[in-house]
């Protein structure tokens, strides 16, 4: 991903509340178009807004699916 997108994405995944983020398909979809840098950058964000869950070293979305 673009890194000005991608900045982008963080910076309004970061404003916005839980309740308002996209599903999990799109969450999944958007993380598999990004370098391994980003995808830790991302994780992380989804893990500290309650979307995700970090378990062993792997990150789930909360519908199971593994982020790519």
Do not use: W
Request: aromatic share 8%; hydrophobic share 35%.
């Amino acid at each position: 991903m673009r890194k000005t997108m991608f900045e982008n994405l963080i910076r309004n995944l970061k404003n916005l509340p839980p309740c308002d983020f996209p599903n999990t398909n799109k969450l999944q979809e958007l993380s598999e178009e990004m370098t391994l840098e980003q995808l830790h950058i991302y994780a992380d964000l989804l893990v500290q807004k309650g979307k995700a869950n970090y378990y062993y070293g792997r990150i789930s979305l909360r519908n199971g699916h593994l982020l790519t």
